[in-house]
């Protein structure tokens, strides 16, 4: 498969024929230049990606499975890039991410979305292939779950301390895990979370990197009270609110 002409095809899908199309694309730098980049890097991406015996080699079981998963009342779903299975009969669960930053460890340790993934291979229910529903029943000791950052197979385009220029920079996985105790405490976490968002409750997270980016930075003030509901439910979710800050 050529890699170039394949991407350029689905970027073109993406563009005009896909379900957002109708959106307009804010170019920040000429279209042309920013398409020519964006294919470049995705196709150094992609080409050094499966040269790596660790791609080349793996048992993929599942990609791009979607998942079901119940946690106290509510039911979540979502995507689960990759699920290989290991020699040793273990699992490494993968989140692939073509973010410039990436997160660094106590991040991955503690992030919600990879340890509800965690928690999807254990207790959630998969679509597999053939459009039929399993639960995969994979313990936490048995997963491994490597956050890969694409981005790291874009070889240096210049020589620097310790590396020079053609060189990729470094093994893009990074790895967690979770224990049966973290994944407790997540569900009692999300548990307290969702039940917030049912009751309106959206708690400020401010962040320098999530602010900025933000749409509802201009409206995002701390100002507004919580419509609906008495005095003391307001007291006692602030007081969840602080005990959930002060655990995380
Ligand atoms: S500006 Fe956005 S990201 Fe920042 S705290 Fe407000 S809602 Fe959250």
Redesign the pocket.
Known sequence: MDIRERYLEILDQMEFHGDESDVPIFWKEDREATIAKLVDEAVEMLKNYREKDYNYDANVILSEAKFVLKVGRNTFSGTVDQVRQNDDNSFTLLDFKSSKFPPNQTFLDVDYQLGLYALACWKGVFKLPDGTMRMLEIPPEKLVIAYYQLRDHIPYKRNGKGFQAGDERGDPRRFTSRSRDQLKVLKRDVAAIASNINRGV?P????TI??P?????GI?TGDSRIDGLSASQVKSIETLTIQMEEAA
Request: aromatic letters at 16%; hydrophobic letters at 15%; one cysteine or more.
């Open positions: 959206f400020r997270n401010p962040g999530n602010c980016a933000c749409t509802y930075s995002c």
